[in-house]
């Protein structure tokens, strides 16, 4: 399977330098482009999967070119600035960036990013399946239904969502981060608590006791797991 392109649109070495080796250290394949003639010749000649774009380039605004790139497609791309404000952060969103991270940033935080929006447009580029399935619990994305043992139960967006994103990933761990950046999103200011909040009431329509639970277990200090198929469809003990 190739690695994953991405292309890092920033003038200064001090920082493209250093992120492409941690990118690559990630598995990740990179490419710098020092300015905005460099970025738009790069976006259409390799094709990355995701592009780093700062907002200040020597010979251009960084905003001209995602304009360029949405007019192209839907590339991804999250947004670099030293200038941190709101208004810079929202007008670079509302042009179509998929996210927007402030100078200076530890690169863990950028990767952590990069793979929370790669995972979100790859699943909304990729075909997906019409329905996920684990043991009576059934999804259907299309019609955005929720079935237990044949009977409907009804959720609100958000807790379909969640649902969703927990069921997709049967039997392996959700973090905590990964769900809020996923269900709400990456720039979601509220409390987290939401989150349990919403967990809750999803065990107790799908009659999951949080204490035995069959389907969504707890795994504390991470996030959340749903139940693998042979291991929800087990009979419990008793």
Known sequence: MSRRMILIVEDEESISEPLASALEREGYATEIAPTAEAALEAVRTTEPD??????????????EILRDIRSRGAT??????????????????????????????????????????????????????????????????????????????????????????????????ASRQEL???????????PTKTLDVHVSSLRKKLDDDPNEPRYIHTVRGVGFRFAAPAEASAEPEG
């Open 50 to 63: 995701l592009v780093l774009l700062d907002v200040m380039l020597p010979d251009g605004d960084g905003r």
């Open 76 to 173: 991804p791309v999250i947004m670099l600035s030293a200038r941190g404000e709101e208004t810079d952060m929202v007008v670079g969103l509302e042009l179509g960036a998929d996210d927007y991270v402030s100078k200076p940033f530890r690169a863990a935080e950028l990767i952590a990013r990069i793979r929370a929006v790669l995972r979100r447009t790859g699943e909304k580029a990729a075909p997906p399946a019409s329905a996920l399935g684990v043991d009576d619990v059934r999804l259907d994305l299309d019609t955005r239904t929720v079935t237990k043992d044949g009977a409907t139960v009804d959720l609100t967006l958000k807790e379909f969502d969640l649902l969703r994103a927990l069921m997709e990933r049967a039997g392996r761990v």
């Open 180 to 190: 809020m950046d996923e269900v709400w999103d990456p720039h979601w200011f509220g």
